[in-house]
Structure formats: C-alpha cells, structure tokens
C-alpha cells in the first residue's frame, strides 16, 4: 500500500495520458479511415 501512496499521483497522470493518446489515434483512424488501426480489439466496441 505504500507503493500506492507514494506513486498515486503518477499512475493517475500515466493512465489519463494513455486515454488521450489512444482516444487521438482513434480520431485519427476515424478521419481518415484507416481500417488497420481500427480493427485494433480496443476499437471494437
């Protein structure tokens, strides 16, 4: 628990910059429909 304490703050700021990078490449793959990209299982919802 102490792992937690003191590297919170780091593992929220890490996982909120994997969602924005993965919520641009889906943009991305969006516009201009890259069909490699958004057959990637996080894409398949």
Do not use: R, T
């Not at 628990?1 to 910059?17: G, R």
């Not at 990078?21 to 398949?44: H, M, R, T």
């Amino acid at each position: 628990m102490e792992f937690l304490k003191k590297y919170k703050d780091h593992i929220l700021l890490s996982a909120l910059a994997l969602y924005v990078v993965l919520l641009g490449i889906g943009v991305i793959a969006e516009l201009f429909d890259v069909q490699s990209i958004l057959n990637w299982p996080i894409y398949k919802f």
